[in-house]
């Protein structure tokens, strides 16, 4: 069946350039979200949507950040001006409802971004 | 500040070896406690969740249980498919979106 997609799967940009990464949750997800994952470390939360209301934007590290999510569905994240410590794999989740209920999110395998 | 701490940093076993990898969290009121595994390359996979203290919640070779401060996953007699980073996240209570991660144990499991 069809997971979590993402894309770029790869991408390798200069310093100071804008990047978009695209997410497609499973469909009929309500909630889909947004987490880091730098070399080593654990996932950092980022963005998290849930149906029509307000995203919430408490983990975007910088003004640099934005994401959206159009009609309900495909999201994507924004980053302006990169910085070499922008480098990680984005990974993209989503869930059929909040995650509070079951913990269950299922993830893409991730956008992989080199900043040089 | 919601926090989540696993240990330890890295696992050794030899196939067939049990042992518990331990994760201990300060959260403001905790929702749900969970773990997932992540293979190289791929995003984590979920494993379980656990709601209140002495919970437990068992899948194959894996046992996760939960106390008021941390949450063990025992490893039973693993395999090296089992060869995995395992990762724990906490959500708090009146917080209905985040997941808080801990930065995971990776375990090698040798034939």
């Known amino acids: 069946g069809a997971g979590v997609s993402q894309s770029p799967s790869n991408k390798v940009t200069e310093k100071g350039k804008d990047v978009e990464l695209r997410c497609d949750p499973i469909?009929?997800?309500?909630?889909l979200y947004w987490y880091r994952q730098s070399l080593g470390q654990g996932l950092e939360f980022l963005i998290y949507?849930?149906?029509?209301?307000?995203?919430?934007k408490s983990g975007l590290p910088s003004d640099r950040f934005s994401a959206e999510r159009t009609g309900g569905s495909v999201s994507t994240l924004t980053i302006q001006r990169t910085q070499q410590e922008d480098s990680a794999v984005y990974l993209c989740?989503?869930?059929?409802?909040?995650?509070?209920?079951?913990?269950?999110?299922?993830f893409g395998e991730g956008s992989r971004l080199t900043v040089l | 500040e919601d926090q989540v701490t696993q240990s330890p940093e890295a696992l050794r076993l030899q196939e067939g070896e049990s042992s518990s990898l331990n994760c201990s969290y300060t959260?403001?009121?905790?929702?749900?406690l969970f773990w997932y595994r992540q293979d190289p390359g791929k995003g984590p996979e979920f494993l379980f969740t656990?709601?209140?203290a002495g919970e437990e919640k068992e899948k194959e070779r894996l046992k996760a249980t939960l106390t008021k401060k941390e949450s063990f996953l025992h490893i039973t007699a693993p395999k090296p498919e089992d060869s995995a980073t395992y990762l724990c996240?906490?959500?708090?209570?009146?917080?209905?979106?985040?997941?808080?991660f801990g930065q995971g144990t990776t375990l090698q499991v040798k034939p």
């Open positions: 989740a989503s869930s059929h409802r909040l995650a509070g209920n079951t913990g269950e999110l299922f």
């Open positions: 469909s009929g997800h309500t909630a």
């Open positions: 949507f849930q149906g029509n209301s307000a995203p919430d």
């Open positions: 959260v403001s009121g905790l929702r749900g």
């Open positions: 656990l709601y209140s």
């Open positions: 996240a906490v959500q708090a209570a009146g917080n209905t979106g985040k997941l808080i």
